[in-house]
């Protein structure tokens, strides 16, 4: 039996750089950055003070009813209008699936902003320096004063899920991946295996996350993950570069529509881009170091290509490499930007300088867990408008790494076949390939 053809019908985000698909991607291809300092918490005192925030977003103008989101968290407010765009630019606002039983949903959603302050509150109002305890009586009055209960619940990384379902009424499968940096590559993956086996016919797929709070800061401060650059902090993310010295966290979200080609073309609708290969593997290295030779990556990138029908080592007529743009995943960490080139070296072989590889996350920041999904959209613009979005900050090479990283301006260039990596801490690999519908 042969497997059906999967294409995107929509595609929608909210990101540092604004909330609507095509103004987000003028700026990407301007390489303009939207990193700033922090304004969620006061950062003074800690050695990263800024980020890659979403700014002057309001839920209300992308939902039907304000009213059943009230309490929805800002990782759920955010997925909610990155859904909103692409489930009304698949066509599905005038005229919903007929079936909801076979509209499904996997997100690669992260936590909710955690409750900090009043969870810390309540720990000091009933904390007794005398004795060294914490009073859980008193603990337990402050907490009930503090928190609200709709609010602990939305820190839970399913609420997304929840809020879409009931937004789009999808009632099929439903998932959700946490599998840190990679989730939404995941997520998009596992969509359109499930579709691909015939449990469902359409799926909405993508990611939502912000870890711009106290805690998300703090942890990745102390992993030494996060770039400390003094100065401009829209010069602070530098993939590839030299002096690249950490990433810059970002927020937002990114969703997409996969439906059969024969689904589609039914209710017709026009195919945006067509997802032919995926591939997941795990390092089985260590939690937070990638394996130094790129291999768990390499493995997943193969997997992609192979269920894709495509030899890495083969030329087209043109004589360029099969595949003709790398979403990396390209954090600008020392170890990763390093690895991930190793990588793309081990699969693509002397063909790998042929191909363009750049990072959007020079200038939108590290969305965490919603990071695959933008990037896979940045694969179908790409392929729609024949433009490679550049690497921001890239100034100083490195000779270690020399394959070509699109420095600094976006580039005119034929795109049929892309590939979008993510690698995800505790050794997660996922690759995605997508390219130009074919009828």
């Known amino acids: 039996m ?3 053809r999967i294409v995107v019908t929509g595609i929608g985000w909210i990101t540092p750089l604004g909330h609507d698909i095509e ?32 700014r002057g977003y309001d839920v209300t103008g992308f939902v039907k009813d304000a009213k059943v989101h009230a309490t929805a968290g800002l990782n759920s407010q955010f997925a909610l209008g990155a859904a909103s765009q692409a489930w009304r630019q698949a066509g599905f606002e005038k005229a919903p699936p007929r079936d909801p039983r076979r509209v499904g949903l996997y997100l690669g959603a992260g936590e909710g902003v955690l409750d900090t302050a009043n969870y810390v509150g309540a720990n000091l109002d009933a904390w007794d320096p005398a004795t060294g305890t914490v009073d859980g009586v008193k603990w337990a009055r402050s907490a009930l004063a503090r928190m609200a209960p709709a609010r602990e619940i939305e820190q839970e990384p399913n609420m997304p899920l929840a809020h879409l379902a009931r937004e789009f009424n999808m009632r099929g499968p439903a998932y959700n991946c946490l ?20 449990d469902a016919d359409v799926m909405m797929a993508g990611g939502t996350h912000t870890m711009i709070h106290l805690l998300g800061v703090t942890g990745f401060n102390r992993l030494t993950a996060l770039s400390e650059r003094k100065g401009d902090p829209t ?11 950490g990433f810059v966290m970002g927020e937002g979200s990114g969703m997409v529509i996969l439906e059969t080609l024969e689904h589609a073309e039914a209710r017709g609708a ?11 593997s795990c390092d089985a290295y260590r939690i937070t170091d990638i394996q130094p030779e790129g291999r768990g990556a390499a493995v ?9 029908g495509i030899d890495p080592a083969s030329r087209g007529a043109d004589g360029r490499p099969p595949v003709h743009y790398i979403s990396a995943h390209g954090t600008g960490t020392k170890e990763n930007d390093s690895i991930e080139t190793k990588a793309v070296k081990r699969v693509f072989g002397e063909g790998a300088r042929d191909i363009p590889m750049s990072s959007i996350k020079s200038m939108m920041g590290h969305l965490i867990a919603a990071a ?7 694969c179908v613009l790409a392929i729609r408008d024949g433009m490679v979005p550049p690497t921001r900050n890239l100034k100083v090479p490195d000779p270690e790494l020399d394959l070509d990283y699109v420095p600094n301006a976006a ?9 979008s990596n993510n690698f995800g801490f505790g050794g997660q690999n996922d690759s995605l390939v997508v390219r130009r519908f074919v009828p």
């Open 2 to 4: 042969t497997a059906p």
């Open 270 to 280: 026009a195919p945006l881009a067509e997802v032919t290969g995926y591939g997941s």
């Open 235 to 245: 010069e602070a993310s530098r993939p590839f570069s030299l002096d690249r010295g």
């Open 372 to 378: 695959g999904s933008v990037e896979f959209i940045t």
């Open 411 to 419: 580039r005119k260039v034929p795109v049929d076949v892309c590939v």
């Open 179 to 198: 599998t840190a940096c990679a989730a939404s590559t995941q997520a998009i993956g596992e969509a359109f295996s499930i579709i691909r086996r015939g």
């Open 23 to 54: 103004g987000v991607w003028r700026r990407l291809l301007a390489a303009e950055s939207g990193m700033a300092p922090i304004t969620r918490f006061d950062a003074r005192t800690f050695p990263t003070t800024f980020a890659a925030e979403v």
């Open 300 to 308: 997943a990138m193969q997997a992609a290509l192979h269920q894709a």
